[in-house]
C-alpha cells in the first residue's frame, strides 16, 4: 500500500494558518458535524487550539472538565510523572456503555485468556482503541490533536458519533511525556511574538539543551516500553494490560520537511515473534487513513521507513500482546508557522493531520471490530499452541551474587504479565548450578509465551540487516544473570510456587554487640547505596584489595572476595549500639546483609588491619552536561546516581567551569565532547592531579584525548562495500549494515582490578549501541575489561565490525599523573543494563582506589 497524493494546494493553501473568517472548529472538525452546546469547545480555555501551543496543566484540566459536564467520559488516572505531573487517559463511550464499563473491561480481558477466551461472543462485544499523543514532549501537535477528538467524541451528536460509543471504548491518553510536553511548550510560547516568525533560524524552532523531546531525566519514553524503568512507562504499561486495547495508536512528529506517515513500516523489518495477520490488519487499517489524508488534501506515504522490530516503542509493544500498534509520523513545526521547501507549515495544519488520523483508526476500527476482537482472542489461543510445539520448553535463571539486581530482572517480568514460577529441583547446565532458593522458572506455555521469546532468546540472523532501533535486548544478560533454556526433559517438574511479588532481599545486620567490625560484600546492585548511606552517616568504610576469609560472631567463617567493604568499631568515634543502628538501616533500605566479625585476624587472606584495606572517601560527583554532550548519556548517568544511589549530582555547563569550586568534588564525569577555554581545562587538569578522579564516559572519551588527559586510540572504521556494481540508491542501506545498532558482545574482566569489584565471573555481556573501537595500549593492568576476540553474543553485527572489535577496549585506566578512567561503551544502557553500570559506579567509588604508576599503570 503506497500512495501519495501529489497536490498543489497542500504547498500553498494547506500549510498555512487557518484563516480569521474562519471558524477554527470548522477548520479542524468534519463537515456537518454537530455538538452539543453546553460542552464547552477547547477553545474555552484561553486560547483555540493551535493557536498557542497547550500545557499540560491545560490539557488535562480540559479532560477533566468534560468527565465533569459529560456522562459519556471518565477521567483515570494511571500514575504520576518525575515531576509530579498526572498521568490519565479519558475513557469515552455511551452513557449505557459507563453504566457497565467494569463488567464491559472484565469481559473483554477474557478475549487475552486463553483458558477461558474460546466462550466469548465477540459479535457484540465493544472495541477498546486506546489513543496516545506525545511520548515525545516536543512533537506536540499530537497532545493538542487530543483536545480536538475528546471535545468531538463528548460533544458530537448524531448518528455516526453515537455509534462510535455504542460499539467502542476510547481511551484518549492526551500526553504520554507531561515533564516534556510542559518544557517544550513553555519554550515555544515564550518566543512566540504577536506576528509569527516563520525563520527556521529562530530561536523559537530550537530549543535549548537537553530540549523537550525525553523527559525529566532526559530519557526517551518512547523506548521505555520493554525496559519499564521510569513511572510514565510503569503506569502506561499497566494501563494497557489494564485495559488490553485492540488498537494502539502512537502520535509523534518528524522532520519539517517531511510530509505524513502511517504504518505498516518496512515490512523486511518486522519482528518474527509477530503473526502475519497483525500486519494484514494494519495495512487494511491504513486504507481508511489514505481516506481521510486524501479527503483534506494532505501528503503522506507508508511502508518506506520505521519498522516494528524493537518490541518496546509505542507501536510495537501492542503488536506482541494481541493489539494492533499504528505509528503515526507527521512534519513537525516545533513552534507556530515555519518555512519548509514547499512554503510554510503550520501548527494547525499538523494538528488537523493527527486529529484525521485518530478519526480513521477509530473508524477502521468500528468496520473492523469483530476482526480485531477476534485477532487478539486467536493470538493468546495460538501463542499456547506455538509453545507446545516448540523445543524450548521455559527458562530457567539463578539470582546468584547479585540478589538486588535479579529481584528488579523479575520485578520487570511481573510488570509484562509474565509467569515466574521458584525452581522446584536442582540442575546443572553448561558448568552452572541452578538450586531451589536461588533459582527461577519462567516457563514457555503461557499466553505472553513470544514476549517471553523476544525477552530470552538470541538472534544473530536476520531478514533485513537496517534497524531503527536496536537489534537485540536479551533481559537476563542485562541484569548478568546465568540462564538457560531448557527442553522438554530438562523442563519436567521444574515449577514450583508461583512469584506474584519481586523477591527483594529485606537486609539483615547480623552480630552480637560485641563485634570487632562489620563487613559487606560488593557484589550487590545496591551495596554502593549502602556504602553512600553509611559514609554519609559520618562512618569510615575501607575496601578490600583482596579477598580473605573471616571469623563470624557466631564462630562460623566465611569468604569474601574483592571489593568487601569493611567499618571498624575502634576507627569510628561513636559508640557501638549507635554505629550498628546506621548499618541496620543500610542493610534494610539496600536489601543487603551486613556481617559481624568478632576479630581482625584472618584464617586466609589479608588481615582487617591490612595495608589491602584502603579508607574511601565518599564521592562528591560532578556532571558536564549541555554544549556537546549527548543528553541521553548524560541523562542515565544522572539517573544512576540520583534514583537508583540517592546520590546528588551537581549538573554543570562547560561555561561554569571556569570559576566553579572544583575542590568541593572528587569525581568528575565527561560524557560528551564540549567546547572548554584553555583555562578551564587547566583548571581540570589541576583538580586532577591533585587527586580527583576524571571520569570519560562514550564520547566523553573524544575530549579527554583531543585535551590531553589520555591517549585514545580508536580503530578505524569499517566501509561500505565500494564495488563498482553498487547502485547510488544503495547507499544508505550499506552504510547501515556497518553501524552496530544495538548489539550484545562478550567481554573478559579481571575481577581482582578495583574497577571490577562485586564480579564473581571472568566475563561480562556488554551492550554497544555504536561502531567504535578502541585499541588495547600499555600494560594489561590498564584495560580491566576487554572483548573477546569472537565476542558476538545477541544482534546484528558485520563481520568485519566483529573483527575491529574483537579484544578492543570497554574500560582503560590511562597512565599520568592522576585518575583518568574511560568507559567507551554505554555501560548505562537505558538504565536496563544493571550488569555494565557495576563497572560505571565503581569508577564513581573505587576509582580512588587505583594506584598510579605502580600496581595498575606499570
Known amino acids: 500500500m503506497k500512495r501519495m497524493l501529489l497536490s498543489s494546494v497542500i504547498l500553498i493553501v494547506s500549510l498555512v494558518s487557518f484563516s480569521q473568517d474562519r471558524p477554527v472548529l470548522e477548520y479542524y472538525m468534519p463537515a456537518g458535524a454537530d455538538f452539543d452546546s453546553s460542552i464547552p469547545a477547547p477553545g474555552s480555555f484561553g486560547h483555540e487550539v493551535g493557536e498557542w501551543h497547550v ?90 490533536a487530543s483536545l480536538l477528538i475528546a471535545y ?53 524552532f530550537n530549543e535549548a539543551w537537553p530540549g523537550g523531546r525525553t523527559n525529566h531525566y532526559w530519557f526517551d519514553l518512547n523506548r521505555d516500553y520493554l525496559m519499564l524503568q521510569h513511572p510514565e512507562s510503569v503506569g502506561r504499561v499497566e494501563a494497557f494490560h489494564r485495559w488490553m486495547p485492540n488498537i494502539n495508536t502512537d502520535h509523534h512528529e518528524m522532520g519539517a520537511n517531511s510530509t505524513f506517515f502511517f504504518q505498516p513500516g518496512v515490512q523486511t523489518r518486522n519482528n518474527p515473534v509477530i503473526p502475519p495477520d497483525n500486519q494484514e490488519l494494519t495495512a487494511g487499517i491504513g486504507n481508511y487513513h489514505a481516506r481521510y489524508l486524501d479527503s483534506i488534501g494532505s501528503l503522506y506515504y507508508t511502508e518506506e521507513s520505521y519498522d516494528d522490530y524493537y518490541l518496546g516503542k509505542g507501536s510495537s509493544y501492542p503488536d506482541a500482546h494481541g493489539s494492533v500498534g499504528i505509528l503515526f509520523e507527521q512534519a513537525g513545526t516545533k513552534g507556530h508557522l515555519r518555512e519548509v521547501p514547499g512554503g510554510v507549515l503550520s501548527f494547525p495544519f499538523a494538528i488537523r493531520n493527527q486529529f484525521n ?22 493470538f493468546y489461543l495460538s501463542a499456547v499452541r506455538e509453545a507446545e510445539a516448540a523445543p524450548v520448553k521455559g527458562y530457567l535463571f539463578c539470582a546468584g551474587d547479585d540478589r538486588g539486581a535479579s529481584a528488579r530482572f523479575i520485578e520487570n517480568l511481573l510488570r509484562h504479565k509474565i509467569e515466574v514460577y521458584r525452581c522446584s529441583r536442582s540442575l546443572t547446565k553448561n558448568g552452572i548450578s541452578y538450586v531451589p532458593g536461588d533459582s527461577y522458572f519462567v516457563p514457555a506455555r503461557q499466553k505472553e509465551y513470544r514476549f517471553v521469546r523476544s525477552l530470552f532468546e538470541t538472534v ?99 569468604d569474601f572476595s574483592y571489593g568487601t567493604i569493611m567499618i571498624h568499631q575502634g576507627e569510628n568515634a561513636r559508640p557501638a549500639g549507635e554505629i550498628r543502628e546506621i548499618l541496620k538501616k543500610a542493610a534494610g533500605e539496600c536489601g543487603i546483609t551486613i556481617h559481624g566479625v568478632s576479630t581482625g585476624l584472618t584464617p586466609s ?92 564516559y562514550r564520547g566523553g572519551n573524544r575530549w579527554l584525548a583531543a585535551n590531553d588527559f589520555a591517549e585514545v ?39 581482582s582490578h578495583p574497577l571490577c569489584y562485586g564480579y564473581s565471573s571472568p566475563y561480562l555481556p556488554v551492550f554497544k549501541t555504536d561502531a567504535s573501537a578502541v585499541k588495547v595500549t600499555g600494560s594489561s593492568y590498564n584495560t580491566p575489561v576487554k572483548y573477546t576476540s569472537d565476542p558476538l553474543l545477541s544482534g546484528y553485527c558485520s563481520k568485519e565490525n566483529i573483527e575491529r572489535i574483537g579484544n578492543s577496549a570497554v574500560v582503560s585506566v590511562h597512565q599520568g599523573p592522576g585518575r583518568v578512567i574511560s568507559i567507551y561503551d554505554d555501560t548505562n544502557f537505558r538504565a536496563i543494563w544493571y550488569g555494565t553500570s557495576k563497572l560505571f559506579i565503581n569508577a564513581v567509588f573505587l576509582g580512588q582506589v587505583l594506584r598510579q604508576e605502580s600496581r595498575y599503570g606499570e
Not at 488520523?357 to 486467536?378: C, F, N, P, W
Not at 560484600?521 to 553512600?532: G, H, M, R, V
Not at 548511606?533 to 573471616?550: D, K, N, W, Y
Request: aromatic share 8%.
Open 357 to 378: 488520523v485518530s478519526l480513521s483508526s477509530i473508524e477502521a476500527g468500528l468496520d473492523m471490530r469483530v476482526k480485531l476482537l477476534d485477532m487478539q482472542r486467536e
Open 713 to 751: 586510540s580508536y580503530i578505524e572504521s569499517a566501509t561500505p562495500d565500494k564495488s563498482p556494481e553498487r547502485q547510488y540508491a544503495e547507499r544508505s542501506v550499506d552504510r547501515a549494515k556497518q553501524t552496530v545498532p544495538g548489539t550484545i558482545f562478550r567481554a573478559r574482566i579481571d575481577i
Open 152 to 204: 468531538y467524541l463528548v460533544a458530537g451528536q448524531g448518528p455516526q458519533v453515537e455509534e462510535i460509543l455504542d460499539k467502542c471504548v476510547i481511551l484518549i491518553d492526551p500526553s504520554l511525556n507531561p515533564d516534556g510536553l510542559q518544557r517544550h511548550s513553555t519554550w515555544v510560547n515564550m518566543h512566540r511574538g504577536v506576528t509569527l516568525s516563520t525563520d527556521p533560524s529562530g530561536r523559537e
Open 55 to 144: 500545557t499540560h496543566d491545560k490539557l488535562v484540566g480540559y479532560m477533566k472538565l468534560l468527565e465533569s459536564l459529560s456522562g459519556r467520559a471518565v477521567w483515570e488516572e494511571y500514575g504520576r510523572s518525575w515531576e509530579g505531573r498526572p498521568l490519565g487517559q479519558l475513557i469515552i463511550t455511551s452513557e449505557k456503555n459507563m453504566a457497565r464499563l467494569e463488567e464491559i473491561r472484565l469481559e473483554h480481558l477474557k478475549l487475552s485468556d486463553p483458558s477461558v477466551s474460546k466462550g466469548i461472543r465477540t459479535a457484540d462485544m465493544p472495541l477498546v482503541i486506546k489513543l496516545g499523543y506525545g511520548v515525545h514532549g516536543n512533537e506536540s501537535s499530537a497532545p493538542n
Open 605 to 696: 587472606g589479608i588481615d582487617l588491619g591490612s595495608g589491602g584495606f584502603t579508607v574511601l572517601t565518599k564521592p562528591s560527583v560532578m556532571l558536564v552536561v549541555e554544549d556537546g554532550t549527548p543528553a541521553d548519556d548524560a541523562g542515565e548517568i544522572w539517573h544512576l546516581l540520583d534514583v537508583r544511589y540517592s546520590m546528588p549530582v551537581t549538573l554543570i555547563t562547560p561555561s561554569r567551569l571556569s570559576s566553579a569550586g572544583l575542590s568541593k568534588y572528587n569525581v568528575i564525569i565527561f560524557a560528551g565532547n564540549p567546547s572548554l577555554s584553555s583555562y578551564a581545562t587547566d583548571r581540570l587538569r589541576e583538580w586532577n592531579r591533585s587527586g580527583g578522579t576524571l571520569i570519560g
Open 460 to 558: 544473530k540472523t536476520f531478514a533485513d540487516t537496517v534497524f531503527y532501533d536496536i537489534s537485540t535486548w536479551v533481559m537476563p544478560m542485562a541484569f548478568n544473570l546465568s540462564y538457560t533454556p531448557l527442553t522438554g526433559a530438562e523442563a519436567a517438574g521444574m515449577t514450583g510456587e508461583r512469584i506474584t511479588v519481586a523477591p527483594f532481599p529485606e537486609g539483615s545486620l547480623t552480630g552480637n554487640g560485641k563485634d570487632y567490625a562489620w563487613l559487606f560484600e560488593w557484589s550487590d546492585t545496591y551495596a554502593p547505596k549502602a556504602l553512600y548511606m553509611i559514609q554519609s552517616a559520618g562512618l569510615t568504610a575501607r575496601v578490600a584489595t583482596g579477598p580473605f576469609t573471616a571469623v563470624m560472631t557466631d564462630g562460623n567463617k566465611r
